[in-house]
Nanobody
């Protein structure tokens, strides 16, 4: 069983920055892949970025060059640094851990005002 707790969401103006954190209840070094997803009202949940156990990263085209995913194995925490935020980034952001099954956090709201 893996528990994930997100934090760091909030309200920010366009062009601003936020850093999301996802604290895991297990040693994340053992997790095959972790990622950030987001879901805007009326839209499907979509992958924002992912990071493998080896540190390989994947980004959605819409966030490349603006967002950076990272993790600290010693702290069992994954991060998403979000810069140059746009109103289109407004969504609930979810942390995901892929092991034998998928685990999800409760989500954190990110709102970007124009």
């Amino acid at each position: 069983q893996v528990q994930l707790v997100e934090s760091g969401g909030g309200l920010v103006q366009a062009g601003g920055s936020l850093r999301l954190s996802c604290a895991a209840s297990v040693n994340i070094f053992t997790i095959n892949a972790m990622g950030w997803y987001r879901q805007a009202p009326g839209k499907q949940r979509e992958l924002v970025a992912s990071i493998s156990s080896a540190g390989r990263t994947i980004y959605a085209d819409s966030v490349k060059g603006r967002f950076t995913i990272s993790k600290d194995n010693a702290k069992n925490t994954m991060y998403l640094q979000m810069n140059s935020l746009k109103p289109g980034d407004t969504a609930v952001y979810y942390c995901n851990a892929a092991t034998m099954r998928n685990y999800w956090g409760q989500g954190t709201q990110v709102t970007v005002s124009s």
